[in-house]
Nanobody
Framework: QVQLVESGGGLVQAGGSLRLSCAAS????????MGWFRQAPGKERELVAT????????GYSDPVTGRFTISRDNTKNMVYLQMNSLKAEAAAVYYC?????????????????WGKGTLVTVSS
């Protein structure tokens, strides 16, 4: 049974940092591109960051470029999202997603597995 389990969410002040983690099990992790999505209340889910299955290629949405960093450790079946200089608009539920293939792409089309999410709250 495939599981993606996110952790690391919580309450942080604007300008602060958080590191999200996603632990994957039940799949050949190194065969999947990974992505982080977020969904704020009343808004559609949006793609935040992606990483190729080797970790060699990453991508970011415009709002987070330069402040968020995605990484992965294929020896531990883990993917991370380091979030710095957090803004109020970053408050959302953050989801980890796995898509089979070399690259993740730029949409949620083809996502094979989703985590249940971790809540990030940003206080101003």
């Amino acid at each position: 049974q495939v599981q993606l389990v996110e952790s690391g969410g919580g309450l942080v002040q604007a300008g602060g940092s958080l590191r999200l983690s996603c632990a994957a099990s039940g799949l050949t992790f190194s065969s999947y591109g990974m992505g982080w999505f977020r969904q704020a209340p009343g808004k559609e889910r949006e793609l935040v960051a992606t990483i190729s299955r080797s970790g060699g290629t990453t991508g970011y949405s415009d709002p987070v470029t330069g402040r968020f960093t995605i990484s992965r450790d294929n020896t531990k079946n883990m993917v991370y999202l380091q979030m710095n200089s957090l803004k109020a608009e970053a408050a959302a539920v953050y989801y980890c997603a796995a898509k089979w293939g070399v690259l993740f792409g730029t949409s949620e089309d083809g996502v094979a597995y989703w985590g249940k999410g971790t809540l990030v709250t940003v206080s101003s």
